[in-house]
């Protein structure tokens, strides 16, 4: 077994997706192994445009980190807090392991698991949402000083503006939840 494919099956065996590193190398590898080969013209462009992909792959893992968002309107969901939405939004069409969910909220295992099995036994079918709107940065949900709707509510009004009774109507509480929930949040970082 080569030293890739073993890496590759380490990967599985670990249960973790490739880290940059690990693409990087896996890229540079193909583009070794196949070098080696005898191509005609059309094999030729076929490779080259692979290269040119992977080329611009590994521009793009380089110059940023994929910023994962969600869809403002994934928290009109009725009868799940915002954490609940979260992590069946990450698991169900994200497709993003417990384990991936629990270290991108900055969560114990458990926890997710958890609220992700209570999420799917209060609302078994998936979330509906539009996509096409405004969408919220997950990282938002990794402070570990506010809670998730606390977080929710500052983002929405002191980034995107809102007022109290638009963040009620949009996330179905009612506007003393929201107040409550936005001072807190302003206690926590005053106190």
Request: aromatic letters at 8%.
């Amino acid at each position: 077994m080569n030293k890739s494919s073993k890496n590759l099956s380490d990967r599985k065996k670990e249960n973790r997706n490739p880290t940059k590193t690990d693409i990087k190398r896996d890229i540079l590898l193909f583009e070794k192994q196949i070098s080696s080969y005898e191509l005609d013209d059309n094999q030729t462009k076929v490779l080259n445009d692979i290269k040119l992909k992977l080329q611009e792959l590994l521009y793009n893992l380089e110059s940023e980190e994929i910023q994962i968002t969600i869809p403002i309107t994934i928290f009109s969901t009725r009868h799940l807090g915002v954490l609940e939405i979260l992590v069946k939004y990450l698991k169900e069409e994200s497709n993003l392991s417990i384990k991936q969910i629990a270290k991108l909220l900055d969560k114990n295992y458990s926890t997710t698991w958890n609220t992700y099995n209570k999420a799917t036994t209060k609302h078994q079918e998936r979330l509906s949402y539009d996509s096409s709107g405004t969408k919220i940065p997950i990282n938002i949900f990794s402070e570990k000083l506010l809670g998730p709707l606390e977080a929710l509510v500052v983002f929405l009004k002191e980034k995107l503006m809102m007022k109290n009774s638009e963040i009620a109507k949009l996330l179905q509480k009612s506007p003393k939840t929201i107040w409550s929930s936005y001072n807190k949040a302003k206690q926590k970082y005053n106190g």
